[in-house]
T-cell receptor, first 117, second 111 residues
Framework: GAVVSQHPSWVICKSGTSVKIECRSLDFQATTMFWYRQFPKQSLMLMATSNEGSKATYEQGVEKDKFLINHASLTLSTLTVTSAHPEDSSFYIC?????????????FGEGSRLTVL | GQQLNQSPQSMFIQEGEDVSMNCTSSSIFNTWLWYKQEPGEGPVLLIALYKAGELTSNGRLTAQFGITRKDSFLNISASIPSDVGIYFCAGQRNQGGKLIFGQGTELSVKP
């Protein structure tokens, strides 16, 4: 089946640095990918929709200058957390649609746990 | 952001027992989905429902799309230890619309 892979699976960084997380669709092309954020024991909150070849669409309350999304190819979307602070520590998960006509059926990546010291 | 009301929040059951969890909403959804998330992993799709009243099974899992389009339930029969995880419902108003997730039901199964 289709696989979505994220890298790195975990990262620890100092406050003020920037961190890039990659999301790849391994055996299919994904024109649209989604980035979610999840705090411990909580649900998934959509941050932004990443569209290949165009600007990402951010959800209300998500700072686009803070969370930079680049969907440069049909198999790769990246999320860069700029000038990270401890409150940015979270589990970030990307996903891609399995079939164009079934937009709710998503393949999720393994997630990337970010810890900002 | 808006969330679905999912219950129960957590369940502690004995292996072999059946499990039931549900999601409700004050508004209509045209697609209901159920995902399972294990610790440190991303969610995995279990069942997708597209028609009101639809009852769909996936092995020991059965899910139904409520007639009113405002609710859905998931049943797990004869639970086993590997059923442990967090189960999320998700609703979608229209194709192409974003998914709205429930708060999750954390399932623990005692051997």
């Amino acid at each position: 089946g289709a696989v979505v892979s994220q890298h790195p699976s975990w990262v620890i960084c100092k406050s003020g640095t920037s961190v890039k997380i990659e999301c790849r669709s391994l055996d299919f092309q994904a024109t649209t990918m989604f980035w979610y954020r999840q705090f411990p024991k909580q649900s998934l909150m959509l941050m932004a929709t990443s569209n290949e070849g165009s600007k990402a669409t951010y959800e209300q309350g998500v700072e686009k200058d803070k969370f930079l999304i680049n969907h440069a190819s049909l198999t790769l979307s990246t999320l860069t957390v700029t000038s990270a602070h401890p409150e940015d520590s979270s589990f970030y998960i990307c996903s891609a649609q399995i079939r164009e006509e079934r937009t709710g059926e998503l393949f999720f990546g393994e997630g990337s746990r970010l810890t900002v010291l | 952001g808006q969330q679905l009301n999912q219950s129960p929040q957590s369940m502690f059951i004995q292996e072999g027992e059946d499990v039931s969890m549900n999601c409700t909403s004050s508004s209509i959804f045209n697609t209901w989905l159920w995902y399972k998330q294990e610790p440190g992993e991303g969610p995995v799709l279990l069942i997708a429902l597209y028609k009101a009243g639809e009852l769909t099974s996936n092995g020991r899992l059965t899910a139904q799309f409520g007639i009113t389009r405002k609710d859905s339930f998931l049943n797990i029969s004869a639970s086993i230890p590997s059923d442990v995880g967090i189960y999320f419902c998700a609703g979608q108003r229209n194709q192409g619309g974003k998914l709205i997730f429930g708060q999750g039901t954390e399932l623990s199964v005692k051997p």
